[in-house]
């Protein structure tokens, strides 16, 4: 999910990681100091059109060597929220780093997320523009409750849960999207979709290379 917000590289004050608050937290966290940037996938290719497979093995050097990379690429793409098959893996896992509306900035990761909306009778839905970083360049306007809950695994295999508000909240419907084979397209009427096909061709060479400069500065 592409963000909305300037990081501005301080020292955030309001941070919550794993879900649990911390005092302070760096710009740059250490998984994405560890990582190593991948490509990220782009709508179209067949890995982002199907459901991703069951994450079994935990605790292994290889994992967590794809998180730290999935952390890197998501911050030189401009990203709030990243799926593993956004970067070729088929794996039920996504990491993010995401403020919510009162300004509480989540970081985190989490495997195998079964994604809770409230009943709906009870849900709210907020119309606000969402991007995505297989769609590079196009945002559109798409529907999504204003509370979420995931719940899930982290890397060690110890129960995660989740919940968010606000665009948070949107970030982690996103990327649930992403792990049973959806982008926000798919929730789009057929002309915005085709919109935002338009914006992501006429837009998706800047940020190419805009992603290529970032890329470049982080391995300075």
Same mark, same amino acid.
Do not use: W
């Given at each position: 999910m592409?963000?909305?917000?300037?990081?501005s590289?301080?020292?955030?004050r309001?941070?919550?990681?794993?879900?649990?608050?911390?005092?302070?937290?760096?710009?740059?966290?250490?998984?994405?100091e560890?990582?190593?940037v991948r490509r990220?996938?782009?709508?179209g290719?067949?890995?982002l059109? &199907?459901?991703?497979?069951? %994450?079994?093995?935990?605790? *292994?050097?290889e994992?967590?060597?794809l998180i /730290?990379?999935?952390?890197?690429?998501?911050?030189?793409a401009?990203?709030a929220?990243?799926?593993?098959? =956004?970067?070729?893996?088929?794996?039920r896992l996504? %990491?993010?780093?995401?403020?919510?509306?009162?300004?509480? &900035?989540?970081?985190?990761h989490i495997?195998?997320p079964?994604?809770?909306?409230?009943?709906?009778?009870?849900r709210r839905?907020v119309?606000?523009?969402?991007?995505?970083?297989?769609v590079?360049?196009?945002?559109?306007?798409?529907p999504?409750?204003d509370r979420?809950v995931?719940?899930g695994? /982290?890397?060690?295999?110890?129960?995660?849960?989740i919940?968010?508000?606000g665009y948070f909240?949107?970030c982690?419907q996103?990327?649930?999207?992403?792990?049973v084979?959806? *982008?926000?397209?798919?929730?789009?009427?057929?002309r915005?979709?085709?919109?935002a096909?338009r =914006?992501?061709?006429e &837009?998706?060479e800047d940020?190419?290379? =805009?992603?290529? *400069?970032k890329?470049?500065?982080?391995r300075?």
């Open positions: 592409s963000d909305r917000h300037d990081r590289h301080l020292v955030d309001r941070v919550r990681v794993q879900g649990r608050p911390v005092d302070t937290y760096a710009a740059l966290p250490p998984e994405a560890r990582g190593s990220v996938t782009v709508v290719e067949e890995i059109s &199907r459901p991703c497979r069951e %994450v079994t093995e935990f605790g *292994t050097a994992l967590s060597a /730290d990379d999935m952390f890197l690429t998501m911050y030189v401009d990203g929220g990243l799926a593993a098959n =956004q970067v070729d893996v088929d794996l996504f %990491v993010y780093d995401c403020p919510d509306d009162d300004g509480i &900035r989540h970081v985190g495997i195998n079964v994604l809770e909306l409230p009943d709906p009778g009870s839905l119309d606000e523009f969402e991007g995505c970083l297989s590079p360049g196009a945002a559109m306007a798409v999504r409750t979420a995931v719940r695994l /982290d890397k060690d295999g110890s129960p995660l849960a919940e968010g508000t909240a949107r982690l996103h990327e649930a999207d992403h792990l084979g959806h *982008t926000y397209l798919d929730r789009l009427s057929k915005d979709r085709k919109d096909l =914006q992501m061709e &837009r998706r940020v190419f290379a =805009q992603r290529a *400069t890329a470049g500065s982080l300075r």
